[in-house]
């Protein structure tokens, strides 16, 4: 199948607090799991990827976890800032090797209050 | 210097109209795509070119007629435009055509039908 569900939808923080947005995908064959942050009226921006081979990466506030077993990745932020409000995409690879898309998550939108 | 960039930023036209919207990379990438984000923030592609050659078409209306000169451009024309034609499409582009890369987007068009 070429499914990938996101949430939560939307997602209040404080500043300080830390956020956590899940996805879960469908095709067992997937091995590539980007997440684009995109703010209001610009481009999504990639922020952070990971590859099946690892379990976890990070890279400062931003770390990304993926349970394949479970078909399931998340993104951490840690230390909110108001400047981390957007909406926030998760992607996965699927199809075949040189045929491969990104099917993307509907989104979760962040706001980080002051 | 902008890595994607597409062109026009706005385009508003009314129903029935035919209209292009240009794409460019300078980044020496193989793959370029075209996506669609509609009013709920749903990101789809659309077509996916490598090289020239056309990799993934995802069922979309004939009205839609991607074309790629080279591997800097992937050009998106629309015949025959409809209101749910009305949504901000993205181009981008990544290194390889299998989609473990990432892809990095332009600043999208929105195209907006009267």
């Known amino acids: 199948g070429e499914n990938v569900e996101q949430h939560p939808s939307t997602l209040s923080v404080q500043e300080g607090d830390s956020a956590v947005i899940k996805c879960t995908y469908s095709d067992s064959a997937s091995n590539y799991f980007p997440w684009y942050k995109q703010e209001l009226g610009k481009r999504p921006q990639l922020i952070i990827d990971i590859r099946s081979n690892v379990g976890e990466k990070k890279d400062q506030r931003i770390a990304v976890t993926l349970n394949k077993t479970a078909k399931h990745f998340s993104l951490h932020i840690t230390e909110t800032q108001p400047e981390d409000s957007a909406v926030y995409f998760c992607?996965?690879?699927?199809?075949?090797?040189?045929?491969?898309?990104?099917?993307f998550g509907t989104g979760t939108r962040l706001l980080v209050s002051p | 210097d902008t890595a994607v960039s597409q062109t026009p930023k706005y385009l508003v036209t009314q129903m029935g109209n035919d209209k292009s919207i240009k794409c460019e990379q300078n980044l020496g990438h193989d793959t370029m795509y075209w996506y669609k984000q509609d009013s709920k923030k749903f990101l789809k592609i659309m077509f996916s070119?490598?090289?020239?050659?056309?990799?993934i078409n995802e069922t979309v209306p004939n009205r839609f007629s991607p074309k790629s000169p080279d591997k800097a451009h992937l050009n998106l024309h629309i015949n025959s435009l409809e209101l749910g034609d009305s949504a901000v499409y993205f181009c981008a582009s990544s290194q390889h055509r299998d989609s473990n890369q990432p892809q990095h987007f332009g600043d999208g068009t929105r195209l907006s039908i009267l």
């Open positions: 070119y490598n090289n020239k050659e056309l990799i």
């Open positions: 992607a996965a690879s699927i199809g075949n090797t040189g045929f491969q898309k990104l099917v």
